[in-house]
């Protein structure tokens, strides 16, 4: 089945802890990117990567790092998280760049909080 | 910089019903709009995209236009069921940025 997988789908942590959230997609996918949803802010774009190596930032990438070394894995990474962080994180792909009208398919997400 | 509004924020109607929602967005200098559905504790399905140079574009019984000089978009659904109940979100990109609205929660009353 075609889909992306994120992992953990809920995590409690606490501040300063270092955190990976994994995404992995199984579609063959160029394009691939993180959002983060809050309640009252709606969902906002952190960083998205328009192939292997290629990696650039959304509207809210403070505190988050991503890396792209293989075309299906897009891990978002939380090197000191804080409280603030404490969000719905999903992961999405698309065939190819948004610029091109292709459409996003995203993972079921992943619940975080930090303590 | 970009906005995208929705409203309303949250809509009740009968079901069988054919209703309208909202997207408006404040530069007209987009690539592609797409409209999508969440429903609770999941994730986001696209239902349509319909790119800078279309007018609407057409899925069953959904309908969605695009107005770029206005900056508006509509989804249009007709004969709306309990099933339909869920969040829609509107979104606008200009190059792989994309921008969301807050969406409308939507509820039909069987």
């Known amino acids: 089945e075609a889909q992306v997988t994120q992992n953990p789908r809920y995590l409690i942590t606490v501040t300063g802890k270092k955190l990976t959230v994994t995404c992995s997609q199984n579609?063959?996918?160029?394009?691939m990117s993180w959002y983060r949803q809050d309640p009252g802010l709606g969902l906002r774009q952190i960083y998205y990567?328009?192939?292997?190596?290629?990696?650039d930032k959304g509207d809210v990438p403070e505190g988050y790092k991503v890396s792209r070394k293989e075309k299906r894995n897009f891990p978002l990474i939380l090197e000191s998280p804080s409280p603030n962080q404490t969000s719905l994180y999903f992961c999405a792909s698309s065939t190819g760049r948004l610029s091109g009208a292709n459409v996003l398919t995203f993972g079921a997400g992943s619940r975080l909080t930090v303590l | 910089k970009q906005e995208v509004t929705q409203i309303p924020a949250a809509l009740s109607v009968p079901e069988g019903e054919n209703l309208v929602l909202n997207c408006s967005f404040t530069?007209?200098?987009?690539?592609?709009l797409q409209w999508f559905r969440q429903d609770p504790g999941k994730g986001l399905t696209s239902l349509l995209l319909i790119q800078s140079s279309q007018r609407e574009q057409t899925s069953g019984r959904l309908n969605a236009s695009l107005d770029k000089s206005s900056g508006r978009s509509t989804l249009y659904i007709a004969a709306s069921q309990p099933g339909d109940s869920a969040t829609y979100l509107c979104a606008v990109n200009r190059d792989d940025k994309i921008i969301f609205g807050k969406g409308t929660r939507l509820h039909i009353l069987p």
């Open positions: 990567s328009m192939n292997v190596e290629v990696t």
């Open positions: 530069d007209s200098a987009i690539y592609n």
């Open positions: 579609m063959n996918h160029e394009y």
